[in-house]
Each structure stands twice: as structure tokens, then as C-alpha cells.
């Protein structure tokens, strides 16, 4: 009996390490690592709105994603809020800048998945746009991709490290918005290379 049960916690042993080594890998790939500057600076603009997120159609209906977005949203508006504040308070030029966060694509695996799986129900990624526009004209300004993943490891954590990169997904975001205020910069897409599509590359 204790070799059969020691057998069985090899055999998951080895089927865990498979599973983050190999086939957990999620799906969810950026198309670059890095945003190219918008057409000009967010603070030519007098007045700033931040649309509420949006779910992809694709990705909509399923309740994690849908917890996930109000995650990011929850810390998205802790982020910006105090800038948004300051700027909007600023002489109004007439001009409204108007940004669109969309998440093209998530897997997200919430707590409930990890505490029954752990490592095995694979990695988290989602993979947002921030489309940014003039309000008076439609002309586009910004169109900035954000990327972030949780490996299939972490799942040991129990889902603190998925909820984490829904964290680093809204901080991403703001930190963006802010360097892009005062100057066209762009930023980092939050992606490294071998995460990049490669239809993308």
C-alpha cells in the first residue's frame, strides 16, 4: 500500500512537471514588445475620459474573464484617478481626448481552478488594447497593446500570482497614460520577445 501510494505521487509528480514544462502554456501571445509613439501627446488635449473596459465578444461570456476584467478595472481606476483629477482640472482647450481599454484576449484561471489543479490547469495571459481617440473628430491618436502572463509554476500559489498579473496589467496601463501625457513616447508592451506571436514577428 505505501509503495503504490508512493508510486502515485511519482506519477503525478512527473505529470505536474510535464504539464508546466509543456503543455500549460497559455495561448495568449502579444503582436509586439513595444508601442510606438501616438500621433501627439495625451496633454494636448484639455480634457481626458477613460472608457470602462471591455471584454472581447469571444471572451465575454465565461464568469472568470468576466471577474478578471472588474479586477483590473478596480485597480485601473486606483491608478489613473488622482492623474485624471489633476488634468481635467487644467484650463479647458476645447480638445477631448477620449481612451478605449479592450481585452482582445485572456485565460485567466481563477482560485477555485488552482486550489483543484494547481500547475496543471496551465498559465494566465491576457493581451489588451488602449485605443486612444479625438473626441470631436474620431481621428484615431493611439492604439498601445498591453501583455502579461502568469506561468503554469506559479500555480503552486494558489491564484496569487494570476490575480498579480491582472495588478501588473492596470499598472502597465496607467504608467503608459502618465509617460505619454506630457510627451509622444510610447512604452513597452509589458511582452518579451519569445512572447510576441510569430505571425507577429
Given at each position: 500500500m505505501i509503495r503504490s501510494s508512493r508510486r502515485a505521487a511519482v506519477v503525478l509528480g512527473l505529470v505536474a512537471a510535464v504539464a508546466v514544462t509543456t503543455g500549460?502554456?497559455?495561448?495568449?501571445?502579444?503582436?509586439?514588445t513595444?508601442?510606438?509613439?501616438?500621433?501627439?501627446?495625451?496633454?494636448?488635449?484639455?480634457?481626458?475620459?477613460?472608457?470602462?473596459?471591455?471584454?472581447?465578444?469571444?471572451?465575454?461570456?465565461?464568469?472568470?474573464?468576466?471577474?478578471?476584467?472588474?479586477?483590473?478595472?478596480?485597480?485601473?481606476?486606483?491608478?489613473?484617478?488622482?492623474?485624471?483629477?489633476?488634468?481635467?482640472?487644467?484650463?479647458?482647450?476645447?480638445?477631448?481626448?477620449v481612451l478605449e481599454p479592450v481585452i482582445e484576449e485572456i485565460r485567466f484561471i481563477g482560485v477555485g481552478a488552482r486550489i483543484w489543479t494547481g500547475p496543471l490547469a496551465g498559465s494566465s495571459g491576457?493581451?489588451?488594447?488602449?485605443?486612444a481617440k479625438d473626441a470631436a473628430t474620431g481621428k484615431p491618436v493611439d492604439n498601445a497593446e498591453f501583455y502579461q502572463r502568469s506561468s503554469a509554476?506559479?500555480?503552486?500559489?494558489?491564484?496569487?500570482?494570476d490575480n498579480l498579473m491582472l495588478t501588473r496589467t492596470a499598472q502597465l496601463i496607467a504608467q503608459y497614460v502618465v509617460r505619454n501625457h506630457a510627451q509622444a513616447v510610447g512604452g513597452p508592451t509589458g511582452a518579451t520577445e519569445e512572447l510576441v506571436a510569430p505571425a507577429a514577428k
Open positions: 500549460c502554456a497559455s495561448k495568449v501571445k502579444a503582436t509586439r513595444q508601442n510606438p509613439p501616438p500621433t501627439e501627446a495625451y496633454g494636448a488635449f484639455g480634457r481626458i475620459e477613460v472608457k470602462p473596459i471591455v471584454l472581447a465578444p469571444a471572451f465575454a461570456g465565461d464568469d472568470a474573464n468576466q471577474r478578471a476584467m472588474a479586477k483590473i478595472q478596480e485597480n485601473l481606476d486606483k491608478e489613473l484617478a488622482p492623474h485624471l483629477a489633476g488634468w481635467n482640472k487644467r484650463a479647458d482647450n476645447g480638445r477631448r481626448l491576457v493581451r489588451m488594447t488602449l485605443r509554476g506559479s500555480g503552486f500559489a494558489l491564484g496569487v500570482a
